[in-house]
């Protein structure tokens, strides 16, 4: 009678656990981190290790350079070589300040298949669609641009992170 029992709550057991099988995170939907009165960062699906750099240069900028004006997006190429559990170490980064507050996207570059694909159009496209209810108010000047990037470069450094502006070619 025991051993039915044992049997019976093991077969019990083995079909739960097959019916409701793993639960595992959802790596396909953009992860949204907000912080109050400081930033908003947009993750394509997974860049999760591009939090801790997004939240040193957040940091970074905020401590040093409290800001009135809007900052335009400022891009960036992202190598990261800790970023072992992912095949691809690089990532592309857009870097803007609007009404107060920073905001980060940051996507996985696509391979380029055409002549008038870039880096730049990538980040550029996916930045304007997630920002595309936040109009520039009130452009800050070539000091306060050059403030931005040089916390992203001081963040980079202090963690072992090459991130590289993307410009337009000229």
């Not at 907000?34 to 401590?63: K, S, W």
């Not at 072992?84 to 996207?105: C, H, I």
């Amino acid at each position: 009678m025991l051993v039915e029992l044992f049997i019976l709550v093991l077969l019990i057991t083995l079909v739960v656990l097959f019916i409701r099988g793993g639960k595992s995170s959802s790596l396909e939907m953009p992860l949204i981190i907000q912080h109050p009165g400081l930033y908003h960062i947009t993750l394509a699906p997974q860049l999760d290790r591009a939090r801790a750099y997004i939240e040193q240069i957040a940091n970074q900028f905020v401590q040093t350079h409290p800001l009135k004006r809007d900052i335009p997006g400022q891009f960036f190429e992202v190598h990261d070589p800790d970023a072992q559990a992912q095949e691809e170490k690089n990532y592309l980064l857009a870097v803007s300040y609007l009404g107060g507050l920073l905001y980060f996207q940051a996507i996985n570059p696509r391979p380029l298949m055409r002549d008038s694909d870039s880096k730049l159009k990538q980040i550029r496209e996916y930045a304007d669609a997630v920002l595309a209810n936040l109009p520039l108010k009130h452009s800050a000047d070539i000091d306060e641009v050059d403030k931005l990037c040089s916390a992203v470069e001081k963040a980079a450094r202090g963690m072992n992170i090459t991130a590289r502006p993307l410009t337009e070619p000229e």
